[in-house]
Nanobody, 113 residues
Framework: VQLQASGGGLVQAGGSLRLSCAAS?????MYWYRQAPGKQRELVAS?????DYADSVKGRFTISRDNAKNTLYLQMNSLNPEDTAVYYC?????????????WGRGTQVTVSS
């Protein structure tokens, strides 16, 4: 399975962006991570049976997925400079009892103050 993330860009503080991640096949769980310069990659949001969020984005970001299109979304509102990072999507699944993990290449989000 290949993951293709898109939708990043440059936005002013307080603005919004919508990220998309298209999977080439069906997967089970999907996630958004981000990695800011000099920092470790962190989990931003996940969607399995329900949606979960990092405390830093709760109330501002919304994760969703369109299973028919095998596509994951992240609606990001009220962006602030601390949200600047490369955003990655991840997907996990199991086939014949073997777990698989897939990562997309990432899309840059830059929030200016």
């Amino acid at each position: 399975v290949q993951l293709q993330a898109s939708g990043g860009g440059l936005v002013q503080a307080g603005g919004s962006l919508r990220l998309s991640c298209a999977a080439s096949g069906s997967v089970a769980a999907m996630y958004w991570y981000r990695q800011a310069p000099g920092k470790q990659r962190e989990l931003v949001a996940s969607i399995t049976r329900g949606a979960d969020y990092a405390d830093s984005v709760k109330g501002r970001f919304t994760i969703s997925r369109d299973n028919a299109k095998n596509t994951l979304y992240l609606q990001m509102n009220s962006l602030n400079p601390e949200d600047t990072a490369v955003y990655y999507c991840k997907a996990t699944t199991q086939r014949l009892g073997v777990p698989y993990t897939y990562w997309g290449r990432g899309t840059q989000v830059t929030v200016s103050s």
